[in-house]
């Protein structure tokens, strides 16, 4: 994509959590993390076993000051405490758009240079429904002191424009842009589409609008489903309300984003009431005949255009609940045993630009009537009925949608570990025997799972991903890992610090820390702008899971004198290192069994030239023995992903990695935190 379609405000635009933007001065000194968690070997991960002896000790080696860190992640997205302040349409002022700052890219009669664009006319809006979406901003008079100002017609269709792009080339492409008419939608749906596709333009003015229109349209679909219940039930308003959704979630702030998983519930109510997360299988009735032409082929591609796109809705708001629920760490709305409707037709059919191009298509796929259709459920532990059917379903929306549907599995494993390991007492033979086993059947699931992604086209950097992300936690609670960073405070990090000591002495650890480095790999493969969202999430909880290990392990010295004073090591002098963030060799095995304790990170490429001219040398890798360096390459893989160096990134990266940045600025405790002149 072009620079004019990815994100990079200006700095002073977001520095914090607030519309305002005021960055609040944070001082670090003198805090200190303590370094003591982990797992028993007698229990698999997951659990939480902690006593008061041992909670005694850990209370000495957290530092008085450990509160603070706590603060670092109430100025992260993950933290939010309401200000007197706060409340909807605040920042109604960023609706008035400055276009004489504009870029050109935005002006009347440009045009866009971007690769692979879309095959048919992007939909566009004119001054009617302008004044309509306008409508819908005024009528907000009880939020707002005066009559607002509005963005111009241009600027609202290059946004949309924008929205339909990014669509483009998602895996995920839910919204039948070949049947949707502007002239015939609401408003609201309109003015969800000009704040989804702000998230991705690079002009600061233009998402703080979307920002905005957001909030407008979380109130007016609400309205709009009072004043008439059958909308609960209507494709575009539902449409309106996950393209709300999806804009707060990821949004990088955190009043967005707690409101936006708030009202994820009522989205998933009003579709599971009315029978559409289980909708039925496909009939053939809507498979078009030969003899089918003129209005009663159009009729029939409709019909099966609104099913499919209800399909491909329910899929969507599965895969953005289940990645809500990885990412905060609660339990998801959605169960994968739900989505009992069909397989998602192929790609190439939905995107059909006409009735008679998608008559053509089915009558070449010939599919035989006699045969029932596959449900994807159905496909979820035999990957086969996918691949056998690569010409007729979506392969890579199939795939990407199985995936997801492990994570269920697994945040039950981990709330059974919580359930049965939590206490004084040990488990009973039974329940240990049933968590083990547990644990060892969803490791070969996935691990199952990802060699038949190997087949064929469909092995990707965000799938890959997202299936060692899904290792990982398997081996170390994510939500285990914050509080020892401080997001509970003081006493939170006490009460993991335990456990988590214990496992990093555990070769549940070190399998954590290779499917971590196997997560910051994938990363590194990522497509220019694409590391953002919940991918960008995963690379947050591995760098976590590297640096806690990094702090914790048995060989790492308690005492920081004895750390190395470089944060970039040279290696060439080691001759054996496990570099966990490659492809598996002989000496990342080693590490994994234990018989060999030198685990190493990729430095990212664009820092070699620094990190050359600095150490006389040509290292590229980096030792895990320094606890940040996971933390600061974390760092880089944000940047280096977004073209504009100079740049900031997306509020998400932003706000995360400042947050990194805060965790790695810790002065010496019981390890080095002394920085190199890279991060100076």
Known sequence: MTEEMLFFPNPSDFNNQNFDFGFLDFNFDDVQLGTSMSYPKEKPPGGEGLNPGAARRASRSVPRDASRAHAAFTRSPWLW?????????????NLAVDEENIPSTLTPGSTISIPGSLSYESPSIDARLRDRMFSLVCNMNKFIQRVPDFPSLDILNHVIRAFFVRQSYQVDNWIHVPTLSTADSHPEFLLALVAAGST?????????????LQDVVRVTIGELWERKNSNTRALQPLQAFMLCLDTGLWSGFQRQMEIAESFGQPLVTMMRRGGILGSPLDTHALVPKSSDEGQVLEVKWRKWSQRESFKRLVIHIFLHDTRASVALQKTSLISFTELSFSLPASRSLFLASSAIEWKTLCLEHKTPMWRAPPRLLDALHDTTIVDDLHDECDVSLCYTALLHGFWGQIWTYLESCKFHLTGHNKPDSAHQLWLTTQH??????????????????????????????????????PEELQRFAGKGGEDAAIQVIPSLEQWASTSQARKAVWHAGQVFRAAAQMPPAGLRDFLAIAVYFASLTLWTYSNLCPSSSRNGSERPKSRLSNLQDTTSIAVVDGPETRETRAFISGHLDNPALTLVKSLEPVIKSLNGSNSTTVRLADPNAALK???DL??????????????????MGNLMRDLSSLPDSRFSRCASPVER
């Open 440 to 477: 060892r059947e969803l490791c070969r699931d996935i691990e199952t799972f990802q060699m038949s992604l190997s087949r064929g086209s469909k092995q990707s950097p965000d799938l890959f991903m997202t299936v060692e992300l899904f290792l990982m936690i398997l081996y170390v609670s």
């Open 638 to 655: 944000y940047r280096s992903n977004f073209p504009v160096m100079d740049g900031p990134l997306p509020p998400l990266l932003e706000n």
């Open 81 to 93: 405490t309401p200000a007197h302040k706060d409340r909807l349409l605040n920042d109604q002022d």
């Open 200 to 212: 991705v333009i690079s002009i600061p003015a233009i998402w703080k609008m979307g920002l905005v």
């Open 633 to 635: 390459i974390a760092r």
